[in-house]
């Protein structure tokens, strides 16, 4: 069974830094793509990141571009989201979600198959 479970979340005040993990068990997914999206409270859900399997290339909401970093540890099957110069609009109830079939959009949330439960980031200002 597969399962994705995230950590990390927290409270930060804003201008602070935060690093969510999102670990994949299960099932290995290095050659998939994962990515993380946000759901403000009255929001519909909203793409954040993606990391695409070998060679990994990123994409990112413009909206976290310069701020946020996708990483992957392959050997733990685990995503990161590096998230600094944090905003409160950035808070948000934050999911990870992979990808089992390849070559869709990263952008869509209904691409993606599995999903974790979610972490909440709240910034305050």
């Known amino acids: 069974q597969v399962q994705l479970v995230e950590s990390g979340g927290g409270l930060v005040q804003a201008g602070g830094s935060l690093r969510l993990s999102c670990a994949a068990s299960g099932r290995t997914f290095s050659r998939n793509t994962m990515g993380w999206f946000r759901q403000a409270p009255g929001k519909e859900r909203e793409f954040v990141a993606a990391?695409?399997?070998?060679?990994?290339?990123?994409y990112y909401a413009d909206s976290v571009k310069g701020r946020f970093t996708i990483s992957r540890d392959v050997a733990k099957n685990t995503v990161y989201l590096q998230m600094n110069r944090l905003k409160p609009e950035d808070t948000a109830v934050y999911h990870c979600?992979?990808?089992?079939?390849?070559?869709?959009?990263?952008?869509?949330?209904?691409?993606?198959?599995?999903w974790g439960q979610g972490t909440q980031v709240t910034v305050s200002s």
């Open positions: 979600a992979v990808q089992t079939k390849y070559y869709r959009n990263y952008r869509t949330e209904h691409e993606y198959d599995y």
């Open positions: 990391i695409t399997g070998s060679p990994g290339y990123t």
